[in-house]
């Protein structure tokens, strides 16, 4: 998608067209591999280093370690390359992530203060801003691990 609309009048001012949720969950897997993104609800104008650190994020990282954490920083050193960041936007890698936990909260938050408009229960709002914040200090945490292997 961040190909086709590079230096697309879609894409606007900003570099592509983001899905803006390329977590796990909008993904549909066929034989246990990933197929196809889903659910563009959220799609519009936007750095593609947005979307990286959100998959990066939402694939790679969990403060549950359910990988060791090296193994979490070598995955999201996985995604740079796959992607073909450059240096530049490798090295600014976690501090889009970070950000990207950061906008995770404002986002329901803003539901939490409007719950007539929430697409979900009051109940898992609460968790999803928890689980941002968690996930949050965790990389804010760790991060010269995960800066380490991404120069």
């Not at 959100?54 to 090296?70: F, N």
């Not at 796959?82 to 803003?110: K, M, T």
């Not at 965790?138 to 010269?144: A, E, K």
Request: glycine share 4%; net charge negative; proline share 6%.
């Amino acid at each position: 998608m961040h190909d086709a609309t590079r230096g697309s009048d879609l894409a606007g001012r900003y570099d592509v067209v983001c899905h803006h949720d390329p977590g796990p969950n909008n993904v549909v897997f066929q034989n246990g591999l990933p197929a196809a993104f889903i659910d563009f609800a959220e799609a519009a104008p936007g750095s593609r280093l947005e979307d990286v650190a959100y998959l990066a994020w939402t694939w790679s990282i969990s403060s549950k370690e359910s990988l060791p954490l090296p193994r979490q920083a070598e995955q999201v050193r996985i995604v740079a390359d796959a992607y073909g960041l450059e240096p530049s936007e490798r090295h600014a890698l976690v501090d889009c992530i970070l950000e990207r936990q950061e906008r995770n909260v404002r986002f329901w938050a803003d539901f939490q203060a409007r719950p007539e408009t929430a697409p979900a229960t009051t109940s898992q709002i609460a968790d999803r801003i928890e689980w941002s914040r968690r996930e949050h200090a965790y990389l804010f945490t760790h991060r010269d691990i995960f800066d380490l292997v991404l120069t």
